[in-house]
């Protein structure tokens, strides 16, 4: 049974950092592309950021771009996604997902998700 727990989020003031990892259990994140994918409140889930299976290629939303860095530990089984100089527009719930080899931006080709965990920015 594939199961991905998000951990890492929590308040923090704008300007300010956070580490998201995903934990990933019932599958080898090595041979998965990973994706992270945030939902604030009343609108639709977006893509964040992914990395392919090989870890070779790094894909980001452009309104994160330069601030959040996504990561692979495969020896761990855990994605990270690194965020920095957050922003109050940052405030989401935020979703691991996978998805065999190519990562793409599009939320509908994850076959595994998280339950999320919640980011909120103050200002």
């Known amino acids: 049974q594939v199961q991905l727990v998000e951990s890492g989020g929590g308040l923090v003031q704008a300007g300010g950092s956070l580490r998201l990892s995903c934990a990933a259990s019932g599958l080898t994140i090595s041979n998965y592309a990973m994706g992270w994918f945030r939902q604030a409140p009343g609108k639709e889930r977006e893509f964040v950021a992914a990395l392919r299976w090989s870890g070779s290629r790094l894909y980001y939303a452009d309104s994160v771009k330069g601030r959040f860095t996504i990561s692979r530990d495969n020896a761990n089984n855990t994605v990270n996604l690194q965020m920095n100089n957050l922003k109050p527009e940052d405030t989401a719930v935020y979703y691991c997902?996978?998805?065999?080899?190519?990562?793409?931006?599009?939320?509908?080709?994850?076959?595994?998700w998280g339950q999320g965990t919640q980011v909120t920015v103050s200002s």
């Open positions: 997902a996978a998805k065999l080899f190519a990562a793409t931006t599009d939320q509908r080709e994850y076959a595994y």
